[in-house]
């Protein structure tokens, strides 16, 4: 495994407090279907969202093990929180290749003062996902006045809790663009109508932009980003799988609460007490067993990340370094998948038919990580793999690998 000296790294983020308080709500808002507006706001205060922001512009320029480890913590307290911040730091991860000028400090100095950005890129039909070019999000230039964008986004993950959007299309031309901006621009509407079974707080809704304004400063052609999308993928790709770790720890934690809590057992079963029982006991330490090797394995493709992203701030990056990440991480995302879905689904043989009542909400771990697996087929990223290995074919380079 990959290993990395934690050195000069800054301090972890005092998350404790607004952590706690995120846990503890967490069921309950689910099945309130509230939404945890007030602990995102009090995120801003930690630090943990400018942990990727350069230190010359107020953040900790923290390594990528560092973020990743953090945001496990963000997960397992509540994971829908975690998957709405993703849009934020991959921003980030894009802006630190950006070359200096005003829009770049801009959006440094935003960030760092505590503005969350949120996504508009995922359209609800036509072109393939991964497809920029074919996007029907259009942006207009007006050579007086700047541009203005109109379409609609679906999949719009972390914008419910923005106050910036990072909404991409294409020109009239069909040229790839994007465009960071406020939310509280003309013709942007933010809708909440994501209703997946699962991750329901995430923010993953539709957001419309009509005729919406964006100025020559913050629209972004294509051709002018320079990491190359594999490298962004890999992160992207990633985060996901750490909010699956996140959720996997949840779930052993209520594990562990389940079986020391119960009084009632079974009249075959082989102790008085079920805590005592040696095969709940058993399912108990598998699922925790599992939880750990998910951090590990997040946190060891993290530091491979690490690797990938010094070379390419240093001009020194190959096109084997970018594929060893795309492989790693997509590899860490099929052993954590199913390893997590099946520690989340044996938390009801620790539980009984008891621990499926909807107050206990525990069906909440199964049905996050379920939609979080979902989000790019297992199956064809394992058969892309067996090719590489095998065949030495390139891994695809997009966001999702």
Do not use: C
């Not at 953040?59 to 307290?77: E, K, N, P, T, Y």
């Not at 203005?148 to 106050?163: M, V």
């Not at 005592?276 to 108990?284: E, K, R």
């Amino acid at each position: 495994m990959t290993q990395q000296t934690e050195v000069e790294q800054p301090d972890r983020p005092d998350l404790a407090g607004v952590l706690s308080e995120l846990e503890a709500g967490a069921a309950g808002r689910e099945l309130a279907a509230t939404r945890p507006h007030d602990v995102v706001d009090r995120l801003r205060t930690t630090g943990f969202l400018k942990l990727r922001v350069p230190r010359a512009y107020g953040g900790a320029d923290a390594s990528l093990r560092q973020v990743f480890s953090s945001l496990i913590d963000v997960a397992r307290a509540d994971s829908s929180v975690a998957q709405a911040l993703r849009a934020h730091f991959a921003y980030i991860e894009g802006l630190r290749f950006t070359p200096d000028g005003p829009g770049r400090t801009g959006a440094f100095e935003a960030i760092a003062g505590g503005s969350v950005i949120g996504n508009a890129i995922t359209e609800p039909g036509g072109a393939a996902a991964g497809d920029f070019a074919g996007l029907a999000t259009t942006f207009v230039h007006h050579p007086d006045n700047g541009w203005t964008i109109t379409g609609t986004k679906f999949y719009s993950t972390g914008t419910l809790y923005a106050d910036r959007v990072w909404v991409w299309g294409v020109t009239e031309d069909g040229v790839p663009a994007s465009a960071l901006i406020p939310l509280d621009r003309p013709g942007i509407t933010v809708v909440d109508d994501w209703d997946g079974f699962g991750q329901r707080a995430s923010g993953s809704g539709t957001t419309h932009f009509d005729q919406t304004p964006a100025t020559v400063d913050e629209v972004v052609v294509a051709g002018s980003e320079p990491p190359p999308r594999l490298a962004i993928g890999s992160f992207l790709q990633l985060w996901l799988t750490a909010v699956v770790a996140g959720n996997l720890e949840a779930a052993s934690q209520d594990a562990q609460a389940l079986l020391r809590g119960r009084r009632r057992g079974i009249t075959h079963g082989t102790t008085d007490l079920p805590r005592h029982d040696p095969v709940l006991l058993q399912q108990v330490g598998d699922i925790a067993s599992k939880a750990y090797a998910v951090r590990v394995i997040v946190l060891d493709a993290a530091s491979l990340l690490d690797d990938v992203d010094a070379r390419l701030h240093a001009g020194e990056l190959d096109g084997s370094t970018a594929q060893e990440a795309g492989r790693r991480v997509a590899e860490a995302k099929i052993s954590i998948d199913r390893l997590a879905l099946d520690a989340a689904t044996a938390l009801f043989e620790v539980g009984g038919a008891s621990a499926t009542r909807t107050g206990a909400n525990l069906d909440r771990h199964w049905r996050n990580i379920r939609t979080l697996a979902s989000h790019n087929s297992t199956r064809l990223k394992a058969q892309v793999i067996g090719d590489h290995v095998i065949n030495g074919a390139d891994l695809p380079d997009n966001t999702y690998f």
